[in-house]
């Protein structure tokens, strides 16, 4: 029997926990605010479908929200983690191993049965976390993470597929990477993928086919890695463990423009004391800090300034 690998998200996760938390909003355009009412960082299908954009400042889309009466949430990031960490604890019981990869993705490895069909594991937990969660999840399935990540666009993508896609067992795998475009691609940024489509590549199949000597000489062997990858090799092992962190960072953007020394300060002490927290809980010293701000970038005037020190001693310590 054959190991398969999935790729298990949850959809539009801060606005389905919003939604988990508060049933009213189910059905209803939902989308959720960056700290301090910045700018959109979640959306429900809901809100998608009205074409809101992600990552637009609220100022600017207040008006369209509310003209499309969109139930706008500000970020509940201890919800979130919560959420994410019960979640995972559900994946977890029903992988052989997980890597969670971020908040609402992870990685997981499942043994095949002897017919190779998933379909009732997949539908089973799918079940299971819109049950016990609330929450829609996406599953992908392939024979490495490069295939799992694909069908897991793919099962969001294809409605008729109930939110789970195997790549190793629907037909025609082809025709379903062709629909997949070269930028959509995991490991494809926009420079790599405006190189490829110079030479015609526009598509997760036609790189999986492109010889790999050409690209090998653009990638090195992280491209040869990627290309294996689609054609169903498992070259990228699950990270069963995190690796500790090179660095801790805090930030926070505000609703109004911040004009008086004293309410910096004390945003920064703020801040400062959440980075020592997450220190501890991470088992963690720091070496040195720095402290950066800088203005709205659509306000004229941009101004934007960091300063660092070394500490004496690598500390966790919020007094130090």
Known sequence: MSQATALIDGNNFYAS?????DPALIGQPVVVLSNNDGCIVARSAEARALGIRMGTPYFKARRELERHNVVVRSSNYALYADMSQRMMSLLEAHCEELEVYSIDEAF???RRPSNGDLQGWARQLRARARQN???????????SKGQAKLA?????QTPNRAGMFDLGQCDNPDHWLETIAIEDVWGIGRQLAHWCRLRGISNARRLRDMPSGELRAKCGVVGLRLQRELRGHACLPLELAPAPKQETC?????SRPITSEGELHQAITTYVVRAAEKLRKQ???????TIYTRTSPFAPGFYSQAASTQLDLPS?????
């Not at 929450?135 to 024979?143: D, F, K, Q, R, S």
């Not at 897991?152 to 969001?156: G, M, P, S």
């Open 152 to 156: 897991n666009r793919l099962a969001k």
């Open 133 to 143: 969660l609330g929450i829609p999840i996406a599953i992908g399935l392939g024979a």
């Open 108 to 110: 997981g490895r499942i």
């Open 316 to 320: 966790n310590d919020t007094a130090v």
């Open 250 to 254: 805090v930030s926070r953007s505000f």
């Open 283 to 289: 088992r963690q010293r720091a070496a040195a800090l």
């Open 17 to 21: 926990c919003e939604q988990s938390l």
